[in-house]
């Protein structure tokens, strides 16, 4: 499943790739905060618990993935290009076609929490 969210800031790569760290990542999203680890690979924890996570600087922005997630949950920030180039676009997805309404509400939850604090943050 696929999720989307455009916000209306308009930042370059560099300014997300410089700002939005695991280190800084409590800063976009009051339910995460980073336990220990480095820059690529760490511990951190979400609104689901605690997972081994990886973060990468990639073309237009960010990528965070639950490395341990039964769901695959991946997330991206990013700008430069489609759906809205001129924007910022958070894209998250899960290997699952479908899910509880529940589970659903708590990923569109999340992309809230992130959805704000890009907004207060960037």
Request: with cysteine.
């Amino acid at each position: 499943m696929e999720f989307f969210k455009i916000i209306d800031k308009q930042i370059t790569e560099e300014i997300i790739q410089h700002k939005i760290t695991p280190k800084t990542m409590d800063l976009f999203a009051e339910s995460m905060f980073f336990i220990k680890g480095n820059d690529c690979n760490f511990n951190g924890s979400t609104l689901w618990g605690e997972f081994n996570m990886s973060f990468h600087k990639i073309k237009g922005g960010v990528r965070f993935m639950l490395l341990d997630c039964p769901n695959a949950l991946t997330w991206t920030i990013t700008t430069g290009y489609p759906p809205e180039r001129t924007k910022v676009v958070l894209h998250c997805t899960i290997n699952r076609t479908q899910k509880p309404d529940e589970f659903i509400e708590e990923i569109n939850e999340f992309l809230e929490e992130w959805e704000k604090g890009l907004l207060e943050n960037l």
